[in-house]
């Protein structure tokens, strides 16, 4: 709680008020779409029935965390880098502490806070205990992206980070969220190259769904995030659904995904309608597989 409220007044010294003008009715909700590039106004995601109320607390870490960007500086972006990060963290902490009856999974207190005492250990759990949860989302990821937190969080002085990598973050933190809870944190972006970037990892995500679907339908037992999506498609491949043709596009865009999310390569360049519309192709196949076909 510390933390917290030591980056608000490190962000703006202006937030106190602006959030007690939003209380008061004065002043619309804080934007949040300028964290993917946005650069006029996009209207704030209000929360809607599903929301549980489990997940305000990540929510609005994350929120926060989007809104110091409002203001591009270095502090800002490690500022923003660390409370993402942060969001992830108590994302993953709340969703494996969920009383059985919400997520089916059962864990012993003792285990539970064992498993609360690192990140490496959060993400060790939500794979053996929420692989379902983690279809899109390669957990690598998301731990390179903690050891960059870790860097400039120990040595932030003088150290900067990419406004690129920042937005990466947010939105395998943002899909995570929705992965995990089952609602959208943010809002859709205007710029073109966010939205593609936005698209590009959304088609991803549900492609790789349909895949694993596509396998489990035709008895691959097991085929849970102990098989990669690379030995799902060598299933599908081996069975005839997936062609060599499909199957080398497949792996193609795995990596692109892969080198765009490790910012090994500038989206804006990488991500082009081409690889849009192929992805698009795909996710409809498998999607909407159906097996008695």
């Not at 299933?235 to 997936?242: H, S, T």
């Not at 999310?261 to 999607?287: G, K, N």
């Amino acid at each position: 709680m510390t933390f917290w409220l030591g980056v608000q007044i490190l962000s703006n010294p202006q937030t106190a008020e602006q959030d007690a003008q939003e209380e008061r009715g004065k002043k619309p909700p804080r934007l949040l779409a300028s964290a993917l590039g946005c650069k006029k106004e996009c209207e704030h995601v209000a929360p809607t029935p599903n929301d549980q109320p489990w997940a305000t607390g990540p929510r609005e870490i994350l929120q926060h965390a989007i809104s110091l960007l409002d203001d591009d500086t270095d502090t800002n972006r490690r500022l923003a880098m660390i409370l993402i990060d942060n969001a992830v963290e108590q994302m993953l902490k709340t969703y494996l502490g969920l009383p059985k009856r919400i997520t089916g999974i059962t864990i012993s207190r003792k285990r539970r806070d064992e498993i609360a005492e690192s990140f490496p250990a959060l993400l060790d759990a939500i794979e053996e205990f929420g692989a379902d949860k983690l279809e899109g989302i390669d957990v690598g990821s998301i731990e390179w992206y903690h050891r960059l937190r870790n860097e400039l969080y120990h040595q932030g002085f003088g150290l900067t980070v990419a406004r690129d990598q920042v937005e990466i973050y947010t939105e395998l933190a943002n899909l995570l969220f929705t992965n995990l809870f089952g609602t959208s944190l943010l809002p859709t972006p205007v710029i073109a190259e966010a939205n593609l970037f936005s698209r590009f990892i959304s088609l991803w995500n549900r492609l790789e769904h349909g895949l694993y679907e596509t396998a489990d339908a035709h008895s691959l037992t097991d085929h849970g995030r102990s098989r990669s999506v690379l030995d799902v498609v060598q299933f599908l491949q081996n069975v005839e659904i997936v062609n060599n043709y499909d199957a080398r596009d497949i792996h193609r865009l795995r990596q692109l995904r892969n080198a765009v999310v490790h910012s090994q390569v500038d989206f804006r360049e990488a991500i082009t309608l081409r690889e849009i519309e192929r992805l698009e192709e795909l996710e409809a196949r498998f999607s909407g597989f159906d097996p008695s076909l």
